[in-house]
């Protein structure tokens, strides 16, 4: 992987738990332009990439992961924020799978943020569980959401934050077949075109984060 932060300290810190934990990190940097030198020189197979970066701290980083999303598709991509924001980066995450948006504080969490990255490298889009909150809270008058019942909401909303059936079942205290027929469920009322399950479940979650 690479990793893109011009905070020194957290970059560094973040490289060397992720180099214990069995990561591979081929280059770091703490600028936009060599990040992506880095991912161009070794097409890793995860970026992780702050969004706020020089030289104006907006959304550099930002503005970076959607150029390697169109040049390196094959890339996963992580963005990390300081602060929860609903808006900057749904457009990348609608862009596909192997996407993730974290809060900076989820790292504290080790084991729960390597799980979360395992997740996305596999092909997962993972929304951090403060930034759905958020997205709940500001859900729009006509929502079209309101066509799902609370139960189904809710297991949208962990679908979102990137669980699979099974973790969902875990989490509702339910079996993994009822999560199933809920899933199938929220597929069918949100009318959503007829490709392949996986890919579905994606449309499913960009509704969900479009719905505010």
């Given amino acids: 992987m690479v990793l893109a932060d011009d ?43 702050d969004i706020r970066m020089p030289p ?8 970076a992961a959607r ?15 300081a602060h929860v924001q609903v808006e900057p980066a749904t457009d990348l995450l609608s862009s596909g799978r192997g996407t993730g948006y974290l809060l900076k504080s989820r790292v504290t969490d080790v084991d729960e943020f390597i799980e979360t990255l395992e997740r996305i490298v596999k092909g997962g889009s993972v929304v951090d569980p403060a930034l759905v909150q958020e997205l709940l809270a500001a859900r729009r008058v006509d929502d079209p959401l309101d066509v799902l019942t609370s139960r189904e909401r809710e297991v949208l909303s962990l679908m979102a934050e990137g669980r699979s059936n099974a973790g969902i079942a875990h989490q509702l205290y339910v079996s993994e077949g009822t999560v199933e027929k809920h899933v199938h469920s929220i597929i069918m009322k949100l009318d959503l075109p007829g490709t392949a399950l996986d890919h579905r479940r994606v449309l499913a979650v960009i509704v969900f984060l479009d719905a505010r």
Wanted: hydrophobic share 40%.
């Fill in 7 to 49: 905070e020194v300290l957290f970059r560094e810190a973040l490289a060397s738990l992720l180099d214990r934990s069995g990561f591979e990190i081929v280059g770091q940097c703490g600028d936009p332009s060599e990040l992506l030198t880095l991912v161009r020189e070794f097409s890793p197979e995860l970026a992780i990439v």
């Fill in 67 to 81: 150029t390697i999303r169109k040049e390196a598709p094959q890339t996963a991509i992580v963005v990390l924020s």
């Fill in 56 to 63: 104006s701290h907006t959304t550099e980083g930002l503005d």
